[in-house]
């Protein structure tokens, strides 16, 4: 083949290589991005995820996946009725619940509650179990049966959006609750401190603290002026919402700040990691 038609065909095959490096390059770049603005799964770890629901009319049933790694279970366990149970609906007795003596294995957590029935405090009327193995066996123990938690109330803890902000990378979830602010605090139009300053909270003679409903979380916390904290979406005045840090806000409650459900399944079960 000589020289004149040699270079040709090389520039050719040099152009194709170019191009397909520039498709590989640009299709990369798309699956980097869609990948970063991809949500962790629905829940955390899965647990929250609907295993099964039923009603009879007069009951309401939700049960969903909780797993958990072995742990040993807190004095919280005291008020447990000290049965474990082959199922929440058949009740039939398998083995005494020693909590105190061995660890437990959550797996999954049922949710009922009885249609329209209240107590005289006005509180839906429900049950609570979890199945656990604890002993070699695994069965269902009855936490609560005279009172509804829907732990998952309002879709809490389940993943919302992905927000890049600051150089970082937010998993948002659910979260619905109240909080008070005591002091001065700036509001963010997104998680972090690279979030824009688009409000701020101001205390004056007539308050020493205000309370505002949350409605988002992070997964991922910062540390600022000594706190480890989340960072929490927040209606600041009706109608608008935005991100304050979570280690300038409290409760008015006893138990964990942020009632995630893992946090309130980890309080009901006293001493678990």
Same mark, same amino acid.
């Given at each position: 083949m000589g020289k004149g038609l040699c270079a040709?065909?090389? *520039?050719?095959?040099?152009? #194709?290589?170019?191009?397909?490096?520039?498709?590989?390059?640009?299709?990369? *770049? %798309?699956?980097?991005?869609? #990948?970063?603005?991809?949500?962790?799964?629905?829940?955390?770890?899965? @647990?929250g995820t609907i295993l099964r629901q039923s009603s009879d009319g007069t009951r309401n049933i939700t049960v969903r996946k909780y797993e958990t790694a072995p742990f040993k279970a807190g004095g919280q366990l005291e008020r447990v009725d000290p049965v474990l149970?082959?199922?929440?609906?058949? &009740?039939?007795?398998?083995?005494? /619940?020693?909590?105190?003596?061995? &660890?437990l294995t959550i797996h999954? %957590? #049922?949710?009922?509650?009885?249609?329209?029935?209240?107590?005289?405090?006005k509180t839906p009327i429900g049950e609570l179990w979890f199945k656990i193995t604890t002993d070699g066996n695994t069965g269902?123990? #009855?936490?609560?049966? @005279?009172?509804?938690?829907?732990?998952?109330?309002g879709n809490s803890g389940e993943y919302l959006e992905v927000i890049q902000s600051g150089g970082k990378t937010w998993n948002v979830r659910r979260l619905e609750q109240s909080v008070c602010v005591y002091e001065n605090? @700036? %509001?963010?139009?997104?998680?972090?401190?690279? $979030?824009s300053k688009i409000g701020l909270i101001q205390m004056d003679e007539d308050h020493y603290f205000r309370s505002f409903n949350? +409605?988002?979380?992070?997964?991922?916390?910062?540390s600022i002026d $000594?706190?480890?904290?989340?960072? +929490? &979406?927040?209606?600041?005045?009706?109608?608008?919402? $935005?991100? +304050? /840090?979570?280690?300038? +806000?409290?409760v008015e409650r006893g138990g964990p700040k942020f009632m995630l459900p893992e946090d309130e399944i980890d309080f009901l079960f006293g001493d678990m990691p």
């Open positions: 040709p065909f090389f *520039c050719a095959i040099l152009s #194709c290589m170019k191009r397909r490096l520039f498709l590989i390059s640009f299709f990369l *770049c %798309v699956a980097s991005l869609l #990948c970063a603005e991809t949500p962790a799964p629905d829940y955390h770890g899965g @647990n149970y082959d199922d929440y609906l058949t &009740k039939n007795k398998i083995a005494d /619940f020693r909590w105190y003596w061995s &660890k999954e %957590v #049922c949710e009922i509650e009885y249609i329209g029935q209240y107590n005289r405090n269902w123990i #009855c936490y609560y049966s @005279n009172y509804f938690d829907d732990i998952y109330s605090l @700036n %509001v963010r139009d997104a998680p972090g401190l690279g $979030g949350t +409605v988002a979380i992070t997964d991922e916390t910062e $000594g706190f480890d904290d989340p960072w +929490v &979406k927040i209606e600041f005045e009706k109608g608008k919402f $935005g991100w +304050v /840090f979570g280690g300038y +806000v409290g």
